[in-house]
C-alpha cells in the first residue's frame, strides 16, 4: 500500500478535534473519535500527535486566535484618539455575540491548563500577547491588569448566561486605565 502525501491532514485533525470538543467537551476527547471526526486512520492522529495534550495545544493555539485577532487587528486601537475602554468593551461584545460555541470551546481549553499543564504555557502565551499589544496604549501593569479583568467579565457571562453589558464593561476598563 502507498503512502499518499496529504499535506492538510494534520491541520484536519486539529479542526476536528476544535469541533470534537466543541461537541461533547475535552472528556469527549480521544484519538479515536478525532480520527473518526476528520476522516482519517487512527494512525494518522497519533502519528502528528503522540499524545491528547499535544493535540489540545495545537487546538488551544488554533481556538485562541479569535478574540486576540480582533484586538491585534482593531485599527481604533491604533488610533491615539480612541477610546481603549470603548473599543474594548465593543470588541468584547462583537466575540460574545458571535459563534457562542467557539467561544465556549476557547474557554474550555484555556481553562483546561487548571488540570493539563501541558496547556499552561499556550494560556501563558495568549495572556502574554493579549497584554502586549495592549501595552502600546497603556503601560505593562495596566495592560495585565486589563487582561484579567477582561477574562473575568468574559467567564463571568459565559458561565451565568448573563447579558453583556458594554457600558459596565466600558465604565470597568476605564478605571484601570491611566
Same mark, same amino acid.
Given at each position: ?5 496529504? !499535506? ?23 484519538? #479515536? ?6 476522516? %482519517? ?42 477610546? %481603549? ?17 467557539? %467561544? ?10 487548571? #488540570?493539563?499543564?501541558?496547556? #499552561? ?12 499589544? +495592549? ?19 468574559? +467567564?463571568?457571562?459565559? +458561565? ?17 486605565? !491611566?
Amino acid at each position: 500500500m502507498t503512502r499518499r502525501y496529504d !499535506p492538510e491532514r494534520r491541520q484536519r485533525i486539529i479542526d476536528a478535534a476544535i469541533r470534537v470538543v466543541g461537541r461533547g467537551g475535552i472528556a469527549g476527547l480521544s484519538h #479515536r473519535t478525532v480520527a473518526a471526526e476528520a476522516d %482519517v486512520p487512527l494512525g494518522s492522529t497519533t502519528y502528528h500527535f503522540a499524545s491528547l495534550d499535544e493535540l489540545l495545544v495545537a487546538a488551544l493555539r488554533q481556538a485562541s486566535e479569535g478574540f486576540a485577532t480582533a484586538v491585534r487587528e482593531s485599527g481604533a486601537l491604533a488610533d491615539p484618539r480612541c477610546d %481603549v475602554a470603548g473599543e474594548l468593551a465593543r470588541l468584547i461584545g462583537e466575540w460574545l455575540a458571535g459563534d457562542r460555541v467557539g %467561544v465556549e470551546l476557547e474557554y474550555e481549553l484555556y481553562l483546561a491548563a487548571l #488540570r493539563r499543564p501541558a496547556l #499552561r504555557p499556550v494560556a501563558a502565551e495568549w495572556c502574554t500577547a493579549m497584554a502586549e499589544t +495592549l501595552s502600546r496604549r497603556t503601560d505593562p501593569a495596566t495592560a495585565r491588569a486589563l487582561v484579567a479583568l477582561l477574562d473575568g467579565i468574559c +467567564l463571568q457571562v459565559l +458561565l451565568t448566561d448573563a447579558a453583556y453589558d458594554p457600558g459596565h464593561t466600558r465604565e470597568m476598563l476605564a478605571r484601570l486605565i !491611566p
